[in-house]
């Protein structure tokens, strides 16, 4: 038997044919459309996906244990429906009941910082902890939970928007995408650090940061923690301030759910213990009750490119 | 059958007979010691409060479903004992093992803020809600979680900190008293309002605030509240401000939980009506996705003075 795992993007739908422990035997995707309608559903291009999963892996339906799809935005997990989603404009969408129509299997939705905890939980780094958070470090800051085993959703399955913390309260606060000011979006995203770093590179014009950014043709996530790896002082300092800004809401979970692990994903995860030994520390010293409290690890989330389709097809688990 | 709840506070170890529906027939108290050693646990005081409880309300411990204890600090609920309290001075005590020399029911002991919590949504004004944030705004901020219609603790009843959440990094954000700058605690508290209220009234020594702390001996955490009721600006700015401090950590909350309702309990709680509308406003308008997601209603608890009785009592339900 296999699952089916789905990952939708805002560039591509991905899909994939995955054994039941994690092997991806087959995938593809297609580009998602500028503007989904009522007359051509995303529900659409998911099955086109879908069907050439089956022939690409060379199953039928009947190979197929559940399809599973992981969607950003705010999921109705039990209806299957997309209540909304900013990135792909999308509103009140039945996913779920609309695929039913093609696919006689068991069809999960949910949102893919959830689906991706959920993966990194079955499949990867989060194996055999019962209580995960996975924090995501990308264009935001997303966050999954893991509780006793199983994943939380909030009520409604409307909770779980970690990043939307507010760690700044004043005025002078960045904006966040949500309305508010000073989120640990804000802060601690992948496009919070570039914007640090052109903020410092303004700074100081010797700064190493200008050589990095030119070799890679941009200021990205990577380039103030080459040119700090490099001994570049403004560029370390870049650093150290924003790991203290991941490590400020980090803390906070920590505080709230003591956790065994947290799991870090998305682009800046792959400074590894670059990034994760100065939070652990910060996490040790810092949190509540640091001295009587059980240890929580903080490790790198270890599925990378495949955690959107393994996290989906472990919904259909 | 009665339940008895045994509520450890700061001056005093408070206990109740309790009716399975939360009435409670008698009740009665004592001081607690300066300083507890391994001679002189602070089980022996919470017997003495048992026996008088039993004799007050006159049954036997046969009539007894069970014992519950809240008490402050980090309480290992599924041991049953006290990994650490700061405020009676506490480390290591197995409360549990050491009453069931004496009692031979089912004991149980939690955090007073998870018993409050949990009273609350038993017998109180979270009755009927299957997610609940119970929140006291006191001398901390103490916060306690109903999930799915269970008391949530954390891993190894380490979590539910909700109170030390970072919700200002500046390095001008004030002491907590977890050791980190700016929680949540630090500004939301009573005692953060009667820091806040007395820095006002330096910088207005017109202020009707000064009426109101001579008529009650001193600033208290109404000072602000009776000021600004009779018209007062400076005043009406404090208590702006604080119910926008009390609102950011509830906003972080509903952003991860999205309960049914958040209930505010301790002294400030008093104002009603006049601190829970613009915290509702504040919710409404600037949590993440408002307008797609499920209200979440904030109310005030209702078990007043009874809370820690009941909600300890609750405990043995």
């Keep these: 038997m296999y699952l089916i ?35 051509y559903s995303i529900s659409e291009d998911i099955r086109k996906v879908i069907d050439a999963v089956l022939e690409g892996a060379n199953i039928t339906i009947k ?8 969607q950003p935005g705010s999921i109705d997990s039990k209806k299957g429906t997309i209540r909304y989603s900013n990135n792909i404009v999308l509103e009140n969408v039945p996913v779920v009941a609309e695929l039913k129509r093609y696919f006689d299997v068991p069809i999960f939705i ?23 958070i996975f924090v995501t470090l990308g264009t935001g800051v997303g966050t999954g939970f893991i509780l006793d085993g199983k994943l939380f959703e909030g009520r409604d399955c409307a909770g779980t928007e970690g990043g939307h913390m507010q760690i700044d309260m004043s005025e002078s606060a960045p904006a966040c995408s949500c ?3 000073g989120c640990w979006e804000a802060f601690a995203s ?9 903020v410092a590179m303004e700074s100081d014009k010797s700064s190493l940061m200008y050589k990095f950014a030119e070799e890679e043709g941009k200021v990205s996530g990577k380039t103030a923690f080459l040119a700090a790896k490099a001994g570049d002082k403004t560029a370390q300092k870049v650093v150290d301030t924003y790991i203290s800004y ?17 799991l870090i994903g998305g682009g800046i995860s792959y400074e590894k213990e670059y990034l994760t030994n100065p939070i652990q520390k910060a996490i040790n010293e810092n949190r509540f009750g640091a001295k009587f409290n059980p240890k929580v690890e903080i490790k790198t989330a270890s599925l990378k490119n495949d955690a959107g389709i393994l996290g989906a097809a472990a919904l259909a688990l």
Excluded: W
């Design 5 to 39: 795992g789905i990952d939708v993007g805002g560039m591509s739908i991905k899909g994939g044919a995955v054994t039941l422990d994690g092997q991806i035997v087959f995938k593809t995707s297609i580009p998602t459309t500028e503007k989904y309608t009522a007359e």
């Design 190 to 198: 992948a496009t919070a650090l570039i914007r640090q770093t052109k």
């Design 246 to 262: 991941v490590a400020s809401g980090l803390i906070n979970l920590v505080n709230i759910f003591c956790p065994d692990a947290i």
């Design 63 to 70: 190979d197929v244990k559940g399809i599973g799809i992981g």
């Design 110 to 132: 949910n949102n893919d910082a959830n689906c991706a905890a959920l993966g990194e939980h079955v499949f990867g780094a989060g194996k055999g902890y019962n209580d995960v």
């Design 179 to 181: 309305g508010r000011k």
